[in-house]
């Protein structure tokens, strides 16, 4: 009974890491998912509904269109502040190329 328990459990385990995998490997159909599909793969799950996402005039041949995002702070004690995305779109989606980190000490005194 035992060894059942440990194989399903090992099984389910092994289905969602897959679908983490082809979740994060997968072309998003707007710039805005994709961006919030970043943040959220970095496990930050409680600001991907905070993000306020704007379109910039900023193009770059290697990286793609830039994006500013405005209320992203780490509340999981690393004080990083994601501010910048570059996306590129290909026939199957967006895809986050670059996001520019600064790092703040949002949670030090």
Same mark, same amino acid.
């Given at each position: 009974?035992?060894? #059942?328990?440990?194989?399903?459990?090992?099984?389910?385990?092994?289905? +969602?890491?897959?679908?983490? +995998?082809?979740?994060? !490997?997968?072309?998003?159909?707007?710039?805005?998912?994709?961006? #919030?599909?970043?943040?959220?793969?970095?496990?930050?799950?409680?600001?991907? #509904?905070?993000?306020?996402? !704007?379109?910039?005039?900023?193009?770059?041949?290697?990286?793609?269109?830039?994006?500013? +995002?405005?209320?992203?702070?780490?509340?999981?004690?690393?004080?990083?502040?994601?501010?910048?995305?570059?996306?590129?779109?290909?026939?199957?989606?967006?895809? +986050?190329? !670059?996001?520019?980190?600064?790092?703040?000490?949002?949670?030090?005194?």
């Amino acid at each position: 009974m035992k060894t #059942r328990i440990v194989k399903v459990m090992i099984l389910i385990i092994c289905l +969602v890491a897959f679908g983490l +995998v082809a979740y994060s !490997s997968k072309p998003s159909p707007t710039s805005e998912m994709a961006i #919030r599909k970043y943040v959220l793969l970095k496990g930050i799950l409680f600001e991907v #509904r905070n993000l306020e996402i !704007s379109s910039t005039t900023i193009e770059d041949n290697n990286y793609g269109h830039g994006f500013s +995002v405005s209320v992203y702070h780490a509340i999981d004690g690393t004080g990083v502040a994601i501010t910048f995305f570059y996306l590129n779109q290909n026939k199957d989606g967006w895809v +986050v190329t !670059s996001a520019e980190e600064l790092v703040h000490n949002l949670l030090k005194p």
